[in-house]
């Protein structure tokens, strides 16, 4: 696993990203596709992991960009 670990997640009807373990969001989305493109484009800056979670929380995606 990477050290760097990007979540994509809904909270209170909003889409957000923020590295694992933060626990405030470094940005909000309106939709789903608009905030993993933004994490997707964090994680890969960062040579990272991307989770991208359902709304329920479970994982529905996981990408590395550790490479």
Excluded at 13 to 31: L, V, Y
């Amino acid at each position: 696993m990477a050290d760097t670990v990007i979540e994509t997640y809904n909270e209170d009807g909003e889409w957000k990203n923020r590295p694992q373990g933060n626990e405030r969001a470094t940005s909000t989305h309106e939709t789903k596709e608009e905030a993993v493109e933004y994490g997707r484009n964090l994680a890969k800056e960062r040579k990272g992991d991307h989770i991208i979670k359902n709304l329920d929380g479970t994982i529905s995606e996981r990408h590395s960009y550790s490479e």
